[in-house]
């Protein structure tokens, strides 16, 4: 069994940054893919990031490419996301998501987290 945890969700104006974590625990965690995900109100939940479990690999939605960053820290069993040049269309709820054999299908993550909010001001 896997628990999650995010944290550093928040409100910020256009062109700003943010950057979420996701602690995990349970022995197993380090050994996952892991993934974030968003969704906004009215939308369903869009793949966002995900990284393979050494962080050898990483992939991310178009919308989203070049700016921002997944990363892993297994010794910290943590996840984290930076978020640059924020744009208002990101503004949603945050999920990081653990143990899926598909990086960008969230109906095959075992694991979620309970969301952090972000909120980007035009």
């Known amino acids: 069994q896997v628990q999650l945890v995010e944290s550093g969700g928040g409100l910020v104006q256009a062109g700003g940054s943010l950057r979420l974590s996701c602690a995990a625990s349970?022995?197993?965690?380090?050994?996952?893919?892991m993934g974030w995900f968003r969704q906004a109100p009215g939308k369903e939940r869009e793949f966002v990031a995900a990284?393979?479990?050494?962080?050898?690999?990483?992939y991310y939605a178009d919308s989203v490419k070049g700016r921002f960053t997944i990363s892993r820290d297994n010794a910290k069993n943590t996840l984290y996301l930076q978020m640059n040049s924020l744009k208002p269309e990101d503004t949603a709820v945050y999920y990081c998501?653990?143990?899926?054999?598909?990086?960008?299908?969230?109906?095959?993550?075992?694991?979620w987290g309970q969301g952090t909010q972000v909120t980007v001001s035009s």
């Open positions: 990284i393979r479990p050494n962080g050898d690999s990483t």
């Open positions: 349970g022995r197993s965690s380090s050994s996952y893919t």
């Open positions: 998501a653990a143990r899926s054999a598909s990086y960008n299908n969230a109906r095959l993550y075992a694991y």
